[in-house]
């Protein structure tokens, strides 16, 4: 059973700093993402990264949000700095299996930014 399980979220102020990990079991993962989807709109991709490395942000995050994996323990994380009151959202993981591309998301993770 394949199971993704967010943590870190929540309550921080403008220019703060927040970190989300996301620890999948039961999966041979070829591609971890992060979205995050605000009130009344879509989902959206915030960061991805493959399992060998190469990464990829939307242009909103860049220089500000990093995310890096441990293939070990099956993690991915966001680093998130300089956060802006616009990235107030409820950010989900997203991990593709290896080979078939199966996708399978987590619950996600409400982070809260206050100006």
Known sequence: QVQLVESGGGLVQAGGSLRLSCAAS?????V????????GKQRDLVASISWGGSTNYAD????RFTISGDNAKKTVY???NSLKPE???VYYCKAARWVTGEE?????TL????S
């Open 78 to 80: 966001l680093q998130m």
């Open 111 to 114: 982070v809260t930014v206050s």
């Open 26 to 30: 039961g999966i041979r993962i070829a």
């Open 32 to 39: 971890m993402a992060w979205y995050r989807q605000a009130p």
């Open 87 to 89: 990235d107030t959202a």
């Open 104 to 108: 399978y998301w987590g619950k996600g």
């Open 60 to 63: 909103s995050v860049k220089s």
